[in-house]
């Protein structure tokens, strides 16, 4: 008789690492049948998906407020499957406001819960951590600093270190030759996001930001990094392509660079990438990619964010670094004009780029080794053996 495990991620980023986790945990035992949310990663590492992460694509305030009925409708559903399929283990991956439900109603159900990426406790909300004691058996995590906080908290918890380090590497072919454009172009990459709301914002702005370095250096070449489920028809939709405000000089050349690693190749090859705050920052990171990282959101979602978010940086990668290796632009910052001279100030100045890439080396080894996915298969196991996380050795 098989034993369901119920997966649920409900970003893409989340659905990596739920597909990571389901091929290692399926070597543990082969009486293992896996369902769940999650997108084309976790489809094919084996995962029954009854919801897609696309359904769930939401980001700010305002955006979860507009789509909460259908939120609702996709949250009952998911707990419509727990009760039926009553599985041995639920791994919730990040996603953290919809999932501290449903482990709220997992544990009514009886059923252990463990969850994989921890919410940034120490930047904002620490006060979930007390529904985090009360609903979830144990936390995978991904920094070692976030031990401290679960542990003083009386929840079990695991590092499992950062599945990025293992996966991301510079592809081949590189950038230029998958452009078919001379090693000595010069490239800029440009990484809007992958969220529908993120899209709106930030597609516009990097498109004027194009126009207006193309106007200034006509010899460069613009990268787009296709996230999963962004198309070039997708982002045509969402910005003309001429806006009102754009320097004379011509549409900029644009190259769409899609596929399982797509934005990997933009990130190690690009002189400068443009990227919206998020994952992608460490991404790039690990890639040594200089980048000027920026984020947009809508006004009633910044409005709360000011008063509740207390860092010094919002770019994983800085908060990593500890320090502010990249240059960020949050909000009204994060404007055309402001973008663009910068952008060209480092063009102009190689030397500063050269000095990003040699501090931004030292991300990969703050991060330690890799073997994230393996460490997160092994609690998993022991808690669908155990139905607890063993004491650490």
Not at 22 to 44: I, K, P, Q, T, W
Request: charged share 25%.
């Amino acid at each position: 008789m098989s034993r369901e495990v119920v997966v649920c991620a409900g970003e893409t980023s989340g659905d990596a690492l739920g597909a990571g986790l389901v091929r290692e945990l399926s070597g543990h035992a082969d009486d293992l049948r896996f369902s769940g949310m999650g997108g084309e990663r976790m489809r094919a590492a084996g995962v029954d998906t009854r919801i897609d992460v696309e359904e769930l694509a939401v980001v700010g305030l305002v955006d979860v407020l507009v789509n909460y009925p259908r939120l609702r409708r996709l949250f009952r559903r998911m707990c419509g499957h727990l009760e039926t399929t009553r599985p041995a283990l639920l791994v919730l991956v990040d996603y953290v406001e919809f999932n501290l439900r449903l482990a709220a109603h997992a544990k009514r159900l009886g059923i252990p819960v463990l969850f994989y990426v921890s919410p940034q406790l120490w930047a904002w909300r620490s006060g979930r951590i007390r529904r985090i004691r009360r609903h979830v058996d144990a936390m995978a995590v991904l920094f070692p600093f976030e031990t401290a906080i679960y542990e003083r908290a009386g929840v079990p918890v695991r590092y499992v270190g950062n599945p990025l380090v293992d996966r991301v590497q510079a592809p081949e072919p590189p950038l230029r030759e998958r452009l078919g454009v001379a090693a000595d172009t010069r490239v800029i990459g440009l990484l809007p996001g992958s969220r529908s709301g993120e899209l709106k914002r930030h597609w516009p702005l990097l498109l004027e930001i194009a126009r207006r370095l193309h106007h200034r250096h006509p010899d460069l070449r613009f990268a787009v990094g296709l996230a999963p489920g962004v198309t070039p028809e997708r982002l045509a939709g969402l910005a003309p392509s001429h806006g009102e405000d754009s320097e004379p000089g011509g549409a900029p050349p644009l190259d769409y660079v899609g596929g399982e690693d797509g934005t990997h190749a933009v990130m190690a090859g690009a002189d400068l990438l443009l990227t919206a705050s998020g994952t992608a920052t460490l991404e790039a990171g690990l890639l040594r990619a200089p980048m000027l990282v920026f984020y947009r959101m809508g006004a009633l979602s910044h409005f709360v964010f000011r008063r509740l978010v207390h860092l010094e940086h919002i770019a994983l990668v800085n908060i990593v670094a500890e320090e502010g290796v990249v240059p960020e632009y949050l909000q009204h910052d994060a404007n055309p004009q402001r973008l663009t001279d910068d952008a060209d100030a480092l063009l102009r100045e190689p030397q500063r780029l050269e000095a990003m890439r040699e501090r931004l080396s030292r991300v990969r080894e703050r991060l330690g080794d890799g073997g994230a996915d393996r460490r997160v298969a092994a609690a998993a196991a022991e808690m669908l053996e155990h139905g607890h996380l063993l004491p650490a050795d």
